[in-house]
């Protein structure tokens, strides 16, 4: 029973443009996502965080969205880069559960020059 | 310089006999945990130690353990791994184990299960 959603497996854009991508959540307790990115051959790196009092949280050309009543959220790159090409997991933690993330499956972008 | 390191990178073993899995850091951070990630699946907790605290997750098999005999080292072991434990194993430490706390990852051991 998967509690974070990636429905997108893999996804390709062009350089220079935007990339969205999506995570859905079911536990209504979830209050703090975090999208970590992974190189081959790498671990996981942390990239962005949203707690659920926002609704937006930005940095740099990374933009995460977070709509609760939708349990939804959205990771934006603007503009992409070919450096940007890497599996991008959400992840999402309770009040109270520390760092114990439960993980989505993952989406692979592929930036193409 | 590589700040969360994992041996060996890849792990060949025959089914049922015992294999041990090493991970250790150089952040000094006090907790440190064990992800398990079957291919195209989510990363899964296994289990994680504050400092000398050992916090198993629920679902984890008893078939798993974990040692972390100082604050630089922590191991899996898997007693006697099953072709469905062939997986890639993550490891990662967290200062304090906050959720603003970012998790550093190491790369990674991936396991074969002949």
């Known amino acids: 029973d998967q509690q974070v959603k990636q429905n997108s497996p893999s996804l390709s854009v062009q350089e220079g443009r935007i990339s969205i991508l999506n995570c859905d959540y079911t536990?209504?307790?979830?209050?703090?996502f975090l999208w970590y990115k992974k190189y081959p051959a790498e671990g996981p790196t942390f990239l962005i965080s949203?707690?659920?009092i926002k609704d937006k949280n930005e940095d740099g050309r990374f933009t995460v969205f977070l709509n609760k009543s939708a349990k939804h959220l959205s990771l934006h790159i603007v503009p992409s880069q070919p450096g940007d090409s890497a599996v991008y997991f959400c992840?999402?933690?309770?009040w109270g559960n520390g760092q114990n993330f439960v993980f989505g499956p993952g989406t692979r972008l592929s930036v193409l020059p | 310089d590589a700040m969360v390191i994992q041996n060996p990178r890849y792990q060949v073993t025959q089914f049922g006999k015992p294999v041990t899995l090493s991970c250790s850091q150089t952040?000094?951070?006090?907790?440190m945990y064990w992800y398990q990630q079957k291919s195209s699946q989510a990363p899964k907790l296994l289990f994680h130690?504050?400092?000398?605290?050992?916090?198993n997750e629920a679902d984890t098999p008893d078939n798993f353990q974990s040692r972390r005999p100082n604050t630089s080292f922590c191991f899996l072991d898997i007693r006697s791994p099953g072709l469905g434990d062939a997986a890639m194993y993550l490891c990662?430490?967290?200062?304090?184990?906050?959720?603003?706390?970012?998790?550093?990852f190491g790369p990674g051991t991936r396991l074969t299960v002949l």
């Open positions: 992840a999402a933690s309770a």
């Open positions: 536990n209504s307790m979830f209050d703090y």
């Open positions: 949203i707690s659920s």
């Open positions: 952040l000094n951070h006090n907790v």
């Open positions: 130690y504050y400092d000398k605290d050992f916090n």
């Open positions: 990662a430490t967290s200062g304090q184990g906050r959720r603003t706390d970012t998790q550093y």
